[in-house]
């Protein structure tokens, strides 16, 4: 049944955290598309960053599961997914990360005659499947994971301009503290497991109660890029009213996740992230638009 098998393989790359990182490329293809006469871009550029996006978290993903299926069998938690369960075959799985890595260097064609993106796309596609394999010898994979979602606000902005300028590279930092400290947050859960299977994390490394330290600071330093894109760009009054609803959120976040009770974990992990990316793009949107 396609519609079933469609379904299997958006569940296995996990589909809805696409809204993690997309907004943050979008914006930054906005702040990249806007200028003081108006809005510039083609049509196939915003096609282009939608296709370049959902193929290489896509085929990111599906490596991820692919070569963590052993530790995923073992683990309670991921005990479920799709290649331990026999749902997915781990070839069938091989394939489709093949073929959303070719779409996705395919896909930087439709940014012609702009080359920079065609030339960066494995260099960038490397880095993100390198993730899958860094918990197996270091603590700062949560990092890794950080500087791989933060590529997408500064790769929308050079397929749109071909260029680089500091106003991506705030949002990227931005990015990159918030998806750390995040993450670090999410690997509470499986402390014990990395504990008893060789497997390297900050929690693993500090203990929650540390973790959740470092994960807190990550997001306190987050504000700091997000003031500085505002003052670069220059963004008005009502972008920094959405850094301010932020730095509420990240402390909602913080209140969600105590080291006694990680109950709401994830809750604090996709509700309030989720708000988080796609708030900053909405007011990002109307502060250039007003």
Known sequence: MPMVRIRDYLELVRFSHTLFALPFALLGAALAAH???????RARDWVGILLCMALARSAAMAFNRL????YDALNPRTAGRHIPTGQLSAPAVALFTILCSAGFVAATLLFL???WPLYLAVPVLLWLLAY??????????????????????????????????WAPVFLALAVFLWVAGFDIIYACQDVEFDRNHGLQSIPKALGVSGALRIAAL???LMLAP???????YPLGQIYF???????????????????????????????VNI???IGLLAVGMVDLLV
């Open 226 to 232: 997000l003031v500085g894109l505002g003052v670069v």
């Open 35 to 41: 200028g003081p006469d108006g809005w510039h871009g």
């Open 132 to 165: 899958s394999y860094t918990k197996r010898f270091t603590s700062l994979s949560h990092f890794w994971l950080g500087i791989s979602l933060s590529l997408a606000p500064i790769a929308a902005w050079i397929a749109l301009k071909g260029s680089i300028a």
């Open 113 to 115: 005659p702009n080359r």
């Open 275 to 277: 708000v988080i990316s």
């Open 241 to 271: 009213a959405g850094v301010g609803a932020v730095a509420l959120l990240l402390i909602y976040e913080h209140f969600l996740v105590r080291p006694a009770d990680l109950s709401r974990l994830n809750v604090a992990f996709f509700q």
């Open 218 to 220: 990550c997001h306190a």
């Open 67 to 70: 070569v963590d299926r052993d």
